[in-house]
């Protein structure tokens, strides 16, 4: 088989759906608060002895910035393998339900499995929450370009911020370190129905006061009862 | 620690164990339809999960956050989350209130 012509009608639109999803990361807030969050993986990164392609690496394949702050910062302090890789694994469950609730909006009937695989692993909270908010206006055939755009935009603003952060980790002032850590959760609320939601999982971690819940248990129990609230709302209607 | 054995590490304990979940989610979305009532149900469970991730890093926060007082990191929260909803949903004046209140307040407690 001969590759499609540059010309091709079909090909043209996935190049702009997906250059169309690279912009929309760039636009969006969260693209900056991603570099700033990176910055502060990169400096840690750097501070506990990891070299600067490792830092690269980790962006790209782990892809979870909480999950990186376990990794490099438990390995670096010299902690049990197994145990760390746990740790990482508690961290990157929510993961599961963010995949699950955005494949079916990019799928259609047609789509073979493999075309489903960038997605998923683009798949972390920035990229979850502008592909939920944009897709919907989109064409079912643009979407898994535009996603890919969305999630590789993502990636290179983190990867931006990785190379800076490795590179000015001796200098940055602890008061920085700090606003740069508070911007993920910071940006992580800024949606009404995540506030609901918020209000749901506070209560119980408030009440079991240093106690540290399983995240994935935590999320059933509150996304259910959101779900409720939700369902009787309809029925009331 | 090695180049290799630090690669080796990557790959097993932070690539692995975070992107199982990923394939995993790619076996269950099979079959589940979009505006399905599971569809839904899961995106309230996903939205949960995010919330609890707020939660944990306010309540156990990693770093030199930590060094930051439990009260100002709260107060900043909320007036993020108060400039957000007052400027018609901006999620810049949201991040931008919550970051100058918690860098106001870590000044005054002297950090």
Known sequence: ?237 | MSELYAYTLLVFVGFLPSEIWRMLGLVAARGIADESELFMWVRAVAIAVLAGVIAKIILFPPGTLASVPLVIRLVAIVCGFAAFVIVRRSVLAGVAAGEVVLTLGALAYGI
């Open chain 1, 1 to 237: 088989m001969s590759p499609l012509p540059p010309t091709d009608p079909t090909q043209r639109s996935v190049v702009s759906a997906f250059l169309a999803g690279f912009r929309a990361a760039w636009l969006s807030v969260l693209a900056y608060v991603v570099i700033g969050t990176y910055v502060g993986i990169g400096a840690l990164t750097h501070d506990f002895g990891f070299s600067l392609a490792w830092a690269v690496a980790s962006t790209a394949l782990v892809w979870a910035g909480p999950a990186q702050v376990i990794l490099v910062s438990a390995l670096g302090a010299g902690a049990a393998p197994f145990e760390t890789a746990l740790a990482v694994g508690v961290s990157s469950a929510r993961l599961l339900p963010m995949v699950i609730s955005l494949l079916p909006l990019i799928r259609r009937p047609q789509t073979p499995y493999r075309a489903l695989i960038l997605p998923a692993h683009l798949t972390a909270v920035t990229m979850w929450i502008e592909s939920l908010r944009l897709l919907p206006r989109l064409p079912r055939e643009a979407r898994i370009p535009f996603a890919n755009g969305v999630g590789l935009g993502f990636m290179v603003a983190a990867q931006a911020g990785t190379l800076i952060g490795y590179y000015l980790a001796t200098s940055l002032p602890p008061l920085l370190t700090a606003g740069l850590l508070f911007l993920t959760p910071i940006s992580f609320l800024m949606s009404d129905w995540l506030a609901l939601a918020f209000g749901l999982v506070l209560g119980p971690l408030l009440a079991a006061w240093q106690v540290e819940l399983d995240l994935l248990w935590t999320g059933i129990v509150a996304g259910s009862l959101a779900y409720g609230i939700h369902r009787l709302r309809e029925a009331l209607k």
